[in-house]
């Protein structure tokens, strides 16, 4: 297992960033072949990483900080009428908690939401073989929570990750893109902060939020959210602005 002051952290080469135009990003990640203990996640964690397959990342790009993580905090979390609708509309929807795996139910589900929903992001075309790369390499306590409809159809999957006495860390949610009313990827979000108040952990991490990218402003719509600013987490003030 892993001591974070042994694992060595590498960059990768200056590259187009996915998310604002015209900018060139640089990511910071742990070394892929060593085993992160879950208490060394909860540390990276903290300070801004996240996890995609083995590898434990974050944003380190010269002149730019964009990518703010976010997290909920759970105990005071606010049920907007928004956010109740959603629930009211998912009534008779199933959650079940499941360790990660791949069957062609599964599989076509995320195939359609990759080719009808990001048809040009880095994920497409879809593959099995990224499918396992990206979701199936377990992080610790690695659980998918999957929702079915009262006919048992598959209609959505949430990977997460359990931050034993810290958390849940929101990895990735796919969902069927032609049954948009429903909003399934809302209703991963609440699920996971019901889950997090059930099990009496603090936080839903988020990933990362930046002000400027149309399709990652959902994110402050949970509130209150924190915000990491350096190494210090702070509540962002209702609107969308930073607390005095």
């Known amino acids: 297992m892993s001591d974070l002051n042994d694992v060595r952290f590498f960059a990768t080469a200056p590259h ?17 072949d060593v085993q992160i203990a879950d208490e060394d996640y909860q ?8 996890r995609s397959g083995k590898y434990y990342y974050r944003p380190q790009c010269n002149g730019c900080q964009a990518c703010i993580s976010v997290r909920v905090p759970v105990a005071d979390f606010v049920w907007s009428r928004r956010f109740k609708k959603t629930l009211k509309t998912n009534t008779g929807v199933a959650a079940e908690w499941r360790l990660p795996y791949i069957d062609d139910e599964v599989y076509a589900l995320y195939s359609r ?37 009262a006919e048992g159809t598959l209609l959505a999957v949430s990977v997460v990750d359990v931050l034993a006495g ?13 049954q948009p009313k429903r909003s399934l990827g809302r209703l991963g979000i609440l699920t996971q902060v019901l889950e997090a108040q059930r099990l009496k952990l603090p936080y ?10 149309e399709k990652m402003s959902y994110k402050t719509d949970y509130q209150p959210i924190e915000l990491l600013n350096g190494r210090v987490w702070t509540r962002q003030a209702p609107g969308g602005r930073r607390p005095a």
């Open 16 to 32: 187009t960033c996915s998310y604002l135009e015209g900018k060139t990003a640089t990511t910071l990640f742990a070394d892929p």
């Open 43 to 50: 540390t990276l964690t903290l300070l801004g990483f996240r």
């Open 113 to 149: 939401y990759i080719n009808l929903r990001h048809p040009d992001g880095d994920m497409h075309p879809p593959s099995q073989e990224q499918f396992r790369t990206f979701l199936m390499i377990e992080g610790p306590n690695t659980r998918f929570l999957c929702f079915r409809d």
């Open 166 to 178: 810290h958390g849940l860390s929101a990895i990735y949610t796919f969902f069927e893109p032609e």
């Open 204 to 213: 839903v991490y988020l990933g990362y939020w930046i002000r400027e990218c």
